[in-house]
């Protein structure tokens, strides 16, 4: 297993950086929901440590639910068109203002699925609050209400997002050298 550092080109977002902004969205969601107790869905697995981040700052009442797709597979860095929900909401969303928490958008077909499947359950409103827009790769429109960075087409890694599943821990967002990573065997 390598040393994240053996393959770290930069941080492009420090750990500061990333806990101002998510402070800043907080407030921001807090301001435009008061009143509507809105639910909250994490993406799983990379939005895990956005949501648990960005809830300590919403000060309203809201709930947390989870729901995982599968977009990259192990070794691959491209989202394929075939998006799949392997664990699907454990609540009915009609009648719900509902704020769905990304890591990324990318090509913005996983999230445009997930948005489609929602919408069809009848939300009272529904929206996209994304850390990450790496908005020059996108492929399909997705409206986004909250974006905490737009970043370039760069592979990028930790606070949440992975390169192979491993590395999500780490406070800071950086990017792979692709040329100096060793995918674990
Ligand atoms: P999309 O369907 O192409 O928008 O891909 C979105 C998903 O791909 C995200 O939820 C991430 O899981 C993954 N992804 C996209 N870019 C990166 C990256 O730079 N690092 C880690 N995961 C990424
Ligand atoms: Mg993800």
Do not use: W
């Not at 800071?172 to 995918?183: A, C, I, K, N, Q």
């Amino acid at each position: 297993m390598q040393n994240y550092q053996d393959f770290l080109a930069e941080v492009l977002i420090t750990e500061e950086a990333l806990q101002k902004r998510v402070t800043e969205l907080g407030a921001e969601i807090s301001r435009d929901y008061q009143g509507r107790n809105p639910v909250l869905i994490c993406i799983l697995r990379g939005g895990v440590m956005f949501l648990t981040d960005l809830m300590r700052h919403i000060s309203i009442p809201h709930s947390i639910e989870f729901m995982a797709v599968s977009s990259y597979g192990v070794g691959s860095r491209e989202t394929t068109g075939d998006v799949r929900i392997t664990l699907d909401l454990n609540t009915n969303v009609s009648g719900r203002n509902v704020i769905l928490v990304e890591d990324i958008i990318d090509s913005g077909r996983t999230i445009a699925s997930v948005l489609e499947l929602l919408s069809s359950r009848h939300p009272e409103s529904l929206c996209v609050c994304a850390l990450l827009d790496k908005a020059t790769r996108r492929e399909v429109y997705v409206p986004i209400c909250y974006r905490g960075f737009t970043i370039p087409d760069r592979f990028v890694f930790g606070y949440g997002l992975d390169i192979d599943e491993y590395y999500r821990n780490l406070p800071f967002v950086g990017v792979v050298d692709l040329e100096r990573y060793r995918p674990c065997t």
